[in-house]
């Protein structure tokens, strides 16, 4: 069983996963984008380039997502993305690279768990969290 977060954007979806392929250094392995839909139509033709659905691949994991219409957007509340890196020196340069232009609700700091650990909303209201977890 794998568990992947998908999240939702509100029209800025493909902006987002070209900077989460650059902080994590990965190419997106699917962007499809709503005129691509086979079948009816089912979102007006302004709609036509947003994204219907992205993911990128970090490891093992997947991080997807897709745009939502104003109706459906809701900004993410009770959940937040959580990443384990394995040097303080990544989990620094991930930290850094996502907080910019977002706000930094923890600041990076060591705790009893982990190395080094913060919590930040990106630019695009995603929220992370974001360590390095310590040797056991």
């Avoid at 994204?51 to 809701?74: C, K, T, V």
């Avoid at 609700?105 to 919590?119: C, D, L």
């Amino acid at each position: 069983m794998q568990i992947s977060p998908y999240l939702t954007f509100n029209g800025d979806c493909e902006q987002a996963f070209a900077f989460y392929a650059d902080v994590f250094g990965v190419t997106p392995t699917v962007l499809m984008r709503f005129k691509d839909f086979p079948g009816p139509k089912q979102t007006p033709d302004s709609w036509d380039g947003k994204i219907m659905h992205a993911q990128i691949d970090i490891g093992a994991a997947q991080l997807m997502g897709s745009d939502q219409n104003d109706e459906r957007y809701a900004r993410p509340q009770g959940l937040m993305v959580n990443l384990t890196v394995e040097t303080p020196a990544e989990v620094e340069r991930i930290f850094n690279e996502l907080s910019a232009g977002g706000q930094i609700t923890m600041p990076m700091v060591e705790t009893f768990w982990a190395q080094r650990f913060g919590m930040l909303v990106d630019r695009f209201g995603v929220p992370f969290m974001i360590g390095c977890n310590k040797a056991r």
